[in-house]
């Protein structure tokens, strides 16, 4: 059985990028030693947060986008061995552009 994370309100799910398991000059980190990961792929997002008059404000982001988040913002989720983590637009703080478009993830 295949699940899914729908988010909601002005929820976000993002897949965030693998920890480096090793520095620039070769060298090899324990898990202990490894920043956490701020950036990540957003893969889908909520209908948009719902203002006291009940008006809708729509997203920023979108399922493909590449973001910025804080290290220890949102929730994070294990679904079926993979990490996720679910967090409020308003917690994001940047979408990564390069010459104006939005940055794709490399699988």
Same mark, same amino acid.
């Given at each position: +059985? #295949?699940? $899914?994370?729908?988010? @909601?309100? =002005?929820?976000?799910?993002? %897949? &965030?990028?693998?920890?480096?398991? +090793? #520095?620039? $000059?070769?060298?090899? @980190?324990? =898990?202990?030693?490894?920043? %956490? &990961?701020?950036?990540?792929?957003?893969?889908?997002?909520?209908?948009?947060?719902?203002? =006291?008059?009940?008006?809708?404000?729509?997203?920023?982001?979108?399922?493909?986008?590449?973001?910025?988040?804080?290290?220890?913002?949102?929730?994070?989720?294990?679904?079926?061995?993979?990490?996720?983590?679910?967090?409020?637009?308003?917690?994001?703080?940047?979408?990564?552009?390069?010459?104006?478009?939005?940055?794709?993830?490399?699988?």
């Amino acid at each position: +059985m #295949t699940l $899914s994370l729908t988010p @909601l309100g =002005d929820r976000v799910v993002v %897949k &965030p990028k693998p920890k480096d398991d +090793m #520095t620039a $000059s070769g060298i090899v @980190l324990p =898990d202990t030693a490894s920043e %956490k &990961p701020q950036e990540g792929s957003v893969l889908s997002v909520g209908h948009g947060r719902v203002l =006291d008059n009940g008006k809708r404000v729509e997203m920023e982001v979108k399922a493909g986008d590449t973001v910025l988040f804080a290290r220890y913002g949102g929730t994070e989720i294990k679904l079926e061995g993979e990490d996720y983590l679910v967090i409020r637009e308003a917690d994001l703080l940047a979408v990564l552009t390069s010459n104006g478009k939005s940055v794709k993830k490399k699988k």
